[in-house]
């Protein structure tokens, strides 16, 4: 099974700062199996990237994915007020699918 | 645009069987390559994989649930099922329905239904 560890737990910014998340895996597989859900309270999560660095349809393009071998990243460029949220990384090569433990960003 | 619907008990009294069905609209099940998806989070926890079925019926679980889940389909109905046995306190949770691909172009779990509450308690 493929473990995926986020870092870190808990992000706090302000709005307008960059964010940088990071997830990195217990063993190397290809980006093109790496997908990013945000989730807010309350709410199913959605998917922002896959593909590693894929946007999801509808995804602005302040959020980006890159990363490959097992560290992988995601950025969001400038932070706004709708992006509070939990953030997951998720890999979908190989069965089990796994999904890291989350990371929070929060408004400092 | 493809949605889900998860539908169910919401309370399942312990060692019972959790039962719950995902019913797809605004397009078929049997369009396209996809793994019908079921996931599970507990309260205030992250999301955990529960496993899938192929379009064509063929199967994949989480070992750690394997002996005790099985995930159908209906293509006819445009629906997908799981089915959880022996249940404890532990698999109390929000479960949630998701289409999952694996291509370039289809990757990751997208759309996801709204999510359905699970109580295991007697």
């Known amino acids: 099974e493929i473990v995926l560890t986020q870092s870190p737990g808990t992000l706090s910014l302000s709005p307008g700062e960059r964010a940088t998340l990071s997830c990195r895996a217990s063993?190397?597989?290809?980006?093109?199996?790496l997908a990013w859900y945000q989730q807010k309270s309350g709410q199913a999560p959605r998917l922002l990237i896959y593909?590693?660095?894929t946007r999801a349809t509808g995804i602005p393009d302040r959020f980006s994915g890159s990363g490959s071998g097992s560290d992988f990243t995601l950025t969001i460029s400038r932070l706004e007020p709708e992006d509070f949220a939990v953030y997951y990384c998720q890999q979908y090569g190989t069965s089990p699918w796994t999904f890291g433990q989350g990371t929070k960003v929060e408004i400092k | 645009q493809v949605q889900l619907q998860e539908s169910g008990p919401g309370l399942v009294r312990p060692s019972q069987t959790l039962s719950l069905t995902c019913t797809v609209s605004?397009?078929?099940?049997?369009?396209?390559?996809?793994?019908w998806t079921w996931i599970r989070q507990p309260a205030g926890k992250g999301l955990e994989w529960i496993g899938h079925v192929y379009t064509s019926g063929s199967t994949n679980y989480n070992p750690s649930l394997k002996s005790r889940v099985t995930i159908s389909i209906d293509t006819s109905r445009d629906q997908f099922f799981l089915s959880l046995n022996s249940v404890t306190a532990a698999d109390t949770a929000v479960y949630y329905c998701a289409r999952g691909g694996i291509t370039l172009l289809d990757g990751g779990l997208d759309p996801w239904g709204q999510g359905t509450p699970v109580t295991v308690s007697s």
């Open positions: 063993q190397t597989f290809s980006s093109r199996y």
């Open positions: 605004s397009g078929s099940i049997s369009s396209g390559s996809y793994y």
């Open positions: 593909g590693g660095s």
